[in-house]
């Protein structure tokens, strides 16, 4: 969950910023906003634009550019604002840079009172109280940078950190009380189907949970298909069966697995079919970890069309999040069910592959299927 323009809720934990407490700027008055202006104040630069009506265009306070004559300015809190009353953005100062980082980083510091007060309900009402701001628009500025909710993203940080607890060894208890979570009964309620298993499970590796796997052929060379009893965990691609079965080993280090070809075979065949240009049958049980993000991103991959692409920065916008293109491609790398989730339908904007975590000739290989 870091930011820089590109924000996502594992990126955003990863950012030294200092636990201070913050309020919101208090709004100022036009006279001292026209002061901002004659001064360049770059601490204002977020906060307002000014619109010059000889010029129709609209700056941050800190633009280079030769002052205008205060009887031809007009203050607008939001570039949306300034637009709507017909005025088009400086090519010179780019006053939307401006307000995209005042709003990342305003919420970059939710994040952080959020993750300071992980052992303790942080109701919306609460946050506007403490960020100087109503709920309603707190939970919609903060919504429209991460594409997900205050609430969630405290989910997820108390998921990360229980996760982390327990593969470091603490006990289940220890783990839940140190990640926030009230209660053992809360625990599991909330956390089971995240972790695809119990959190004694996950943190013994996933131990007495048996994944039964099958390698088979495949147009791309060997494939290994994993399930836990609820579904499908893992698709890899490979050269040899020894390679998949090591690969799952890294991925489930304590688990029972258990070869099981006769089980597995009529899911198998289903991918096989839908690699050869069948559409994928919608009842193929999924059982993947994932972050509130990472969600997000492989429902929306699931909708692109059989032998269609998307581009990362469309599929940034397609769930709302048009500046997190570097977020959306790691999601798409870290995707543990290839095929299943289709993270291959997604390239470069020039039209060029890019990167694909089994390899760029596989990539290559099913997008040419897919067009057959």
Known sequence: MTTNAILDAERLNEMPVPPTRTTARPAIADNERWNAVTARDRGQDGTFVFAVSSTGVYCRPSCPARRPQRKNVQFFLTTDE?????????????????????????????????????????????????????????????????????????????????????????????????????????????????????????????????????????????????????GICAIQFGGTDGELIAGLRREFPFAVRKADDGGLRSWAGALLKHMRGKHLDSSLPLDIRATAFQRRVWTYLQSIPFGTTQSYSEVAKGIGRPTAVRAVARACATNPVAVAVPCHRVVREDGSLGGYRWGIERKQALLQLESQ
């Open 82 to 230: 300034a637009e709507r009353a017909g005025y088009r953005a400086c090519l010179r100062c780019r006053p939307k840079a401006a307000r995209q980082n005042t709003e990342a980083d305003a919420v970059k510091k939710i994040c952080r009172f959020i993750e300071q007060h992980l052992d303790e309900p942080v109701p919306l009402a609460r946050l506007g109280k403490e960020f100087g701001q109503s709920p309603f628009h707190l939970q919609r500025r903060f919504r429209a940078v991460l594409g997900i909710t205050p609430r969630e993203y405290a989910d997820a940080c108390r998921l990360g950190l229980l996760k982390r607890n327990l593969q470091a060894g603490d006990s289940v208890t220890r783990a839940m009380y140190d990640a926030g979570y009230g209660s053992s009964s809360r625990l599991y309620e909330r956390t089971a189907s995240q972790l695809g298993m119990s959190p004694d499970k996950y943190r013994r590796g996933a131990v007495a949970a048996a994944i039964r796997y099958t390698c088979v052929d495949s147009p791309l060379g060997r494939m290994l298909i994993a399930a836990t009893e609820r």
